[in-house]
């Protein structure tokens, strides 16, 4: 059974720092290309960054040079590591495949940042 259990967010002051992590379940997590998305109120969710099986990742331009993806094969794990964070920042974060988006989603994990 899939399964997709996101934590780690909270309410941060601009500037502040957040780590996300993910634990995955029910794939096959070492050949699957992962991603961390969001979803802002009122807005449609979005992938923010994405790392593949072998390492290599990817990022949004909003996110680019303040956000860090990274994987844990180990333990099944992913991570964001989140710097420099920004008002518009603030949505409710979740992991998932980046090629493949498997079903269901997870329940994600809250971020709020402050002016």
């Known amino acids: 059974q899939v399964q997709f259990v996101e934590s780690g967010g909270g309410l941060v002051q601009a500037g502040g720092s957040l780590r996300l992590s993910c634990a995955a379940s029910?794939?096959?997590?070492?050949?699957?290309?992962m991603g961390w998305y969001r979803q802002a109120p009122t807005k449609q969710r979005e992938l923010v960054a994405g790392?593949?099986?072998?390492?290599?990742?990817n990022y949004a331009d909003s996110v680019k040079g303040r956000f860090t993806i990274s994987r844990g094969n180990a333990k099944n794990m992913v991570y964001l590591q989140m710097n420099s964070l920004k008002p518009e920042d603030t949505a409710i974060y979740y992991c998932n495949g980046k090629t493949v988006r498997f079903t269901p989603w997870g329940q994600g994990t809250q971020v709020t940042v402050s002016a």
């Open positions: 790392i593949t099986s072998d390492g290599s990742t």
């Open positions: 029910g794939i096959m997590f070492s050949f699957a290309n």
